[in-house]
């Protein structure tokens, strides 16, 4: 069992500020690390190879630098590191790259290829789901948790309040949450990545990658105003005495009274099986 | 290092307001203090060494700018303990002042008021307003402002500053806040004035804006000058955040240099000085708000009392500057501690409000702080270390026990501590358990984090007896060892009859209470008002019945306001000026206090009994009687309330 896993390196976004002349990230700096949801697919990854057999293989596009998170994922337990790296794929975008990376996976042998569902400085979620469609295989968006029988692979999926299970014994790419593993410590390692140009990539068409193959345009970057807040805004247009209840209340409207129950563990046992809607959840 | 703390990259790095230079983003918020001298008519509000010392002692606790709140005009005065910031007399100290502050790179802003419509002078001389009209919740009418007389007090803002900028201050506030003249200038509600002065809002903006470039004129175009604005008067009637929003554009047109967030007024004073009912954080909104309507800084305000909070808030673009008032009182090293990243060590306001306002302007004090106010003798340093290290013993972890053994280890004692119960904390652990009280444990949070760092050898489970004692032979001894509750003598009881319990079983165990409950308050604090709002909150049909006139008449009043809207909301009966006479079956007889009249109440299953407790004192004179070297400190001695009780434990800690 081969498994790929796209990897890209970050900035630390916990870091990162806004330059509110040129509303550009301000990269100087700033750690760079593994975009935290790769590295959980790269968690996921290992421990499929521990549990199952096979051999992973770590992918990333970008600058020379990028070598330090390939190494990172041979140190937790990679076998194969490659980095894709020349001038002509500066300025691709998630186009570009999905492109990019898909010629090279395909040539690879892969059973299943790991994605981050996002990274964290751009928060796109594209790659993915390109690199899918360009090498014509199933996908799965928001995977929590992958795991094989037999010949099938069982991938949950987290959506909403729900968690869907699938199964399929196709080549599939998944797009797993950060939250889905806890990504190990690394163990320094002999291994190195090995880097990989334009040439070495069989098949490419040049027009394709870099700047010439990325449509997208950046107009304007600024800080958002819908990320969630840590404090509660309340409607000025109640009336005062409504104004000072939603803030006592935490902003959350009171709409019906509670009500509670009291008494010993046993009498509140009894209690809480005499209410009817629980003869629809016990057995 | 200063600055270094990479977790509050934000909250520790300078900033600038116009010239004046701020090394970090902590600004200790204006405040009465209730320290200024008072010698009577026309020698009132002198600033005091009190004051002095108390501003210096957050400087030399790292806030990057102390607030130092004024009232211009001696005629018309918030306390005669407010330092008249337009007096002459006031110089030197005013002097002294900025002086002593400088040192430790800290800026001084004065903030200038005229308490106008309110004050905490009962009755007052005279009150005056743009209209003539009481604030809704104060029963003193007012005087309409006649044009000499804005003249006048315009002149006394203009003196004001300059005194103080002549004396090496950094920078002017004025407050259109919570209280005084100028927010009822700017407030429908409040200016029903007819000439140029009150209807459109250009005509109510003009009083202020006056006294805006009547200073300007005087100090100069790169002295700042900041308003502490109120953002909405939570009043029935009043302003809100739309039009305070709109005030800031207009303020923000005429040339002035930051905005301080503030909301409320003494209608709803529970909002300007909010108790720990009213979340942490809460006015986040409106700073957020009015840093988006302008471009110049914002302080933000309102339950700011740790540094991830404020880093926080700062990240997330709700200010540029944190507010701190009570945080800074209860900790003046919190800027300092962040810096050295000691979170743990930082003790948090607990908006309880008791020792800062509790005291209604007679003078600041905190609960958790015996240093506050009393910085020259409880202040920063002046714990030393003891001239010989002693053993130590301490009988009882409530918190006068705890208060005890921190300030003996930290001045180098060796202190072991008996408890025995399995928790340290005492009464707290019950009071925590009371709705929208949970914040109280931070005062044992932070004891027992103090012993822990200076070494406490702590003992839980056990009992302390003249035996242990003997084995131990400390050579001080703290009896820390509490009190119990009493039920009254007075209350006739039949033995069969409804169950009848103290307080402290109520809130130890909540299957003793009932569905029909009554509850006898002759305590006028928390034990009754705090097991009120415990038992009504659990659905239980509640009567309470008190000696006082009203319940709750010794709990602090933005607490107690709330407590009582929530009693009677959930649809408590109160009865007020009575007693309990019998308690037979499930009657009780109650009796008015004036009148002697009696009544009879029934269809009770619980009667809860909110009395005075009594010392626990047998071991202490066991002990002394034994010649035992043995200081007894907080209920031990006299049962009181937290703020009582750790002042005790700080004087025999340091007396060891």
């Not at chain 1, 040539?107 to 981050?116: A, F, K, R, S």
């Not at chain 2, 659990?538 to 006139?549: E, F, H, M, Y």
Request: with cysteine; proline share 4%; net charge negative.
């Amino acid at each position: 069992m081969n498994i790929v896993v796209c990897i890209k390196q970050v900035p630390d976004t916990n870091e990162v500020q806004i330059n509110k002349e040129t509303n550009n990230l301000v990269r100087e700096g700033v750690p760079s690390i593994m975009n935290p949801f790769d590295e959980a697919g790269v968690e996921l990854s290992l421990r499929l190879k521990e549990n199952y057999g096979g051999k992973v293989t770590v992918v990333s596009m970008g600058p020379g630098q990028a070598e330090e998170v390939l190494q990172q994922a041979l140190d937790m337990g990679a076998d194969e590191a490659y980095l894709l790296s020349d001038r002509t794929f500066a300025g691709s975008d998630t186009l570009a790259t999905g492109y990019l990376l898909s010629q090279f996976i395909g040539g690879l042998e892969y059973d299943l290829i790991v994605c981050g569902a996002e990274a964290i400085d751009g928060s796109t979620g594209q790659v993915g789901p390109i690199i899918a469609e360009n090498l014509n295989i199933a996908q799965f968006t928001y995977v929590n948790g992958i795991a094989r029988e037999g010949k099938k692979w069982k991938i949950t999926r987290s959506v909403g309040k729900y968690m869907e299970q699938h199964e399929t014994e196709q080549k599939i790419l998944v797009c797993v949450m950060r939250q889905s593993a806890v990504p190990r410590e690394g163990k320094s390692c002999g291994r190195t990545p090995e880097k990989v140009g334009a040439g070495a990539v069989e098949g490419l068409n040049p027009d394709r990658v870099g700047s010439a193959g990325s449509p997208t345009r950046v107009v304007k970057i600024q800080m958002s105003d819908s990320r969630q807040k840590s404090y509660v805004v309340i409607d000025d247009t109640l009336p005062a005495r409504e104004r000072i209840q939603m803030i006592i209340n935490g902003g959350i409207e009171q709409k019906a009274q509670v009500e509670f129950m009291r008494g010993s563990a046993e009498s509140l046992a009894q209690k809480i099986l005499s209410i009817p809607e629980m003869s629809k959840v016990l057995p | 290092m200063e600055g270094t703390n990479q977790k509050f990259t934000k909250l520790l790095s300078p900033f600038k307001i116009g010239k004046m230079e701020l090394k970090n983003r902590f600004i200790f918020l204006p405040h009465l203090t209730g320290y200024a001298i008072d010698e009577g008519w026309m020698d009132c509000g002198l600033f005091s060494e009190r004051n002095i010392q108390h501003y210096v002692e957050r400087a030399k606790g790292g806030a990057a700018a102390v607030t130092v709140s004024q009232n211009v005009d001696p005629h018309s005065m918030m306390s005669d303990e407010y330092p008249v910031g337009s007096d002459p007399r006031n110089r030197e100290n005013f002097r002294r002042l900025a002086e002593e502050v400088h040192k430790y790179g800290c800026r001084c802003i004065t903030q200038l008021n005229h308490g106008g419509h309110n004050t905490l002078k009962n009755p007052p001389q005279i009150l005056v307003a743009p209209s003539q009209m009481p604030e809704p919740s104060c029963h003193f009418n007012t005087k309409e402002l006649e044009k000499e007389e804005m003249e006048q007090i315009k002149d006394y803002y203009v003196k004001a500053a300059v005194l103080q900028q002549g004396v090496g201050w950094d920078a002017v506030e004025l407050k259109i806040a919570h209280d005084g003249l100028l927010r009822t200038f700017i407030s429908p509600l409040f200016n029903k004035r007819e000439d140029e002065y009150g209807g459109s809002f250009e005509n109510m903006m003009r009083y202020p804006l006056e006294i805006i470039e009547a200073i300007r004129k005087a100090v100069g175009p790169d002295y700042p000058i900041g308003i502490r604005l109120c953002v909405d008067e939570f009043i029935e009637g009043g302003y809100s955040m739309e039009y305070g929003l709109k005030v800031a554009r207009r303020l923000e047109e005429a040339g002035v240099d930051y905005l301080s967030t503030d909301a409320g007024s003494f209608s709803s004073f529970y909002m300007e000085i909010p108790p720990a009912v009213v979340p942490l954080g809460f006015a986040l909104y409106m700073s957020a708000e009015l840093k988006k309507t302008v471009d110049i800084p914002v302080i933000a305000f309102g339950r700011i009392n740790d540094p991830v909070q404020a880093e926080m808030l700062l990240s997330e673009n709700c200010a540029d500057l944190v507010g701190m008032c009570r945080q800074l009182i209860c900790d003046p090293e919190t800027p300092n501690k962040t810096m050295r990243g000691e979170l743990d060590d930082i003790r948090h306001c607990i908006a309880c409000n008791e020792g800062c306002l509790g005291n209604d302007g007679i003078d600041v004090e905190c609960v958790q702080n015996p240093g506050a106010g009393r910085e020259k003798y409880f202040g920063i340093g002046t714990l030393t270390p003891a001239e010989a290290g002693k053993k130590v013993l301490v009988i009882g972890g409530g918190i006068s026990g705890m208060k005890a053994a921190e300030i003996a280890a930290k001045r180098g004692h060796s202190v072991s501590l008996y408890e025995q119960s399995d928790k340290l904390g005492g009464q707290v652990l019950l009071i925590e358990k009371m709705p929208y009280r949970a914040e109280v444990g931070e005062v044992y949070r932070y004891l027992k984090y103090q012993l822990k760092r200076h070494g406490v050898d702590i003992h839980l489970n056990t009992r302390v007896d003249r035996q242990l004692v003997e084995q131990e032979a400390p050579d001080v001894i703290i009896a820390a060892t509490g009190s119990v509750p009493v039920i009254p003598d007075y209350i006739k009881m039949d033995e069969a009859g409804i169950r009848v319990i103290d307080c402290r079983q109520a809130m130890r165990h909540l299957e003793l209470i009932g569905q029909k409950v009554l509850i006898f308050d002759d305590i006028g604090y928390y034990q009754a008002g705090g097991t009120a709002d415990y038992v009504t909150a659990l659905g239980a049909d509640t009567t309470i019945v008190t000696t006082s006139n009203f319940l709750g008449c010794d709990i602090e009043g933005t607490n107690n306001t709330l407590l009582l809207k929530r009693l009677y909301e959930r649809g408590a009966e109160i009865i007020a000026s009575h007693t309990i006479s019998e308690i037979k079956g499930d009657k009780v007889t109650i009796r008015n206090v004036y009148s002697q009249a009696e009544r009879v109440l029934g269809g009770y299953d619980t009667v809860i009994i909110a009395a005075q407790s009594s010392s626990d004192n047998q071991l202490y004179k066991e002990l002394k009687a034994a010649g035992k070297d043995i200081r007894a400190v907080g209920d031990c001695v006299a049962p009181r309330a937290i703020e009582q009780v750790i002042f005790d434990a700080e004087l025999a800690g340091r007396g060891i």
